[in-house]
Nanobody, 124 residues
Framework: QVHLVESGGGLVQPGGSLRLSCAVS????????MGWFRQAPGKQREPVAR???????NYADAVKGRFTISRDNSENTVYLQMNSLKPEDTAVYYC??????????????????WGQGTQVTVSS
């Protein structure tokens, strides 16, 4: 089993900052890419940022220059530093992690897991 636990959401004023964390645990052999998605009320879930195993990153146009994704491979944790937050950043943020885990019978198998989501509200 692979478990993702997110933290760091909350209420912040426009222009403020928050840092989200997502810790991965379980019977993991390796982690490939890690990312963040968000879903605002009445909207589809959308990608925010992603980081590969070699540290390459990509961002949605709406957050470029304001958000930074990073990872700590020793702690199996991915972070999302969000600066200059805007009301339109309000959403539930989900982390997504893909990699390889130990599986009974098969030895190793791929996984694609999601966190439970953390609410980010940007409002004055």
């Amino acid at each position: 089993q692979v478990h993702l636990v997110e933290s760091g959401g909350g209420l912040v004023q426009p222009g403020g900052s928050l840092r989200l964390s997502c810790a991965v645990s379980g019977t993991i052999f390796s982690i490939n890419d890690m990312g963040w998605f968000r879903q605002a009320p009445g909207k589809q879930r959308e990608p925010v940022a992603r980081i590969t195993g070699d540290g390459s990153t990509n961002y949605a146009d709406a957050v470029k220059g304001r958000f930074t994704i990073s990872r700590d491979n020793s702690e199996n944790t991915v972070y999302l530093q969000m600066n200059s937050l805007k009301p339109e950043d309000t959403a539930v943020y989900y982390c997504n992690v893909r990699g390889v885990k130990y599986c009974a019978y098969m030895g190793r198998c791929n996984f694609d897991s999601w966190g439970q989501g953390t609410q980010v509200t940007v409002s004055s």
